[in-house]
């Protein structure tokens, strides 16, 4: 697709915003913002260093980028800053280190520019780009794992939950609450918009392995760790009923299994000599319940919650003017 082919960006109506977060990325940061100032000329491309070390600022300056420092470590809280700071009608995010192709960022635009998604992803698995290419067999199973989780909570069948290359529109980035720190920031924008119903595209792109000199900042046992928190988080914060129940019925098992044998004793002899297990026994039935309960509550704080977002997005829509 051409840069022609976007109408409402011609004679700069609209304006583009390239983000671009960066933590130690001298190796290929010049080489990333001279490739979409190629594919996008009319953008203005952001650099947000993150205490890098090394000379990703010089480099970045030297290519004529953006560049903005956010001192707080981790992924999540520089788009947090990106989100705050950062004005546009359009804006595209990627990563630093040369694996994402510049030449796709129109493919990625035109569903948010034609006003069909409020968030497009760019999907590494539909060409098999990202098996081909990846070298970190453990990260790949862990995307598959919280992908299909995610596809069975949201009835939905999403092909990459954790690329880092996306556009978002303007009312999308406005009104996203970042609660992240780290690197789970694309699986919470991804959550964001199936749980708040915006519109989401995915766009199938290509993919290469970082080049000779870059290192990757990902680490197999740390990432192992966040994606089983990850997984938890989906459960408890997204579906409370489902999560709660869950253990409820759990509890439920366990109590019942542990609580038989003093109820058949008492009904055999019309005594109770196993008074540990019956007291274990009627705990965990205890907790059970107010897990239950628990569910019940938080589904419907949830639900309430969902409501209030909704009537807040109307009033920025009537403050802003967005349409």
Known sequence: ?????????????????????????????????????????????????????????????????????????????????MFRLVEADFYVMVDGDLTYPASDVHSLLEPVVSGRASMVVGDRHSSKAYEIENTRRFHGAGNR???????????????????????????????????????????????????????????????KDRPEGSVSKLNTFLDGYRILKTILWLFKDYKPFLFFGFCSFVFFVLGWSIGVFPVLEYIQTSYVKKVPSAVLAASLEVLAMLCLVCGVILDTIVRQNKEAYELKLLNYKVLSGER
Request: proline share 3%; net charge neutral.
């Open 145 to 207: 794992l919280v992908r299909w989780l995610i596809n069975k909570l949201f009835r939905v069948e999403l092909k990459d939950i954790m690329s880092g290359y996306r556009v978002f529109s303007r009312f999308f980035v406005k009104t996203c609450p970042v609660m992240s720190d780290g690197f789970e920031i694309e699986t919470e924008l991804t959550l964001h918009a199936l749980d708040k119903k915006f519109s989401l595209v995915e766009v199938p792109i290509g993919y």
């Open 1 to 81: 697709m051409n840069r022609d082919d976007l109408p409402t960006m011609k004679n700069n109506q609209s304006t583009v915003a390239v983000l671009i977060p960066c933590y130690n990325e001298e190796a290929t940061i010049y080489r990333v913002i001279s490739d979409f100032k190629a594919a996008l000329p009319d953008a203005k491309i952001y650099v947000f260093d993150n205490n890098s070390s090394d000379k990703t600022i010089e480099e970045a300056k030297r290519a004529q980028a953006i560049v903005v420092s956010e001192y707080r470590q981790g992924k999540g809280n520089v788009v947090r800053s």
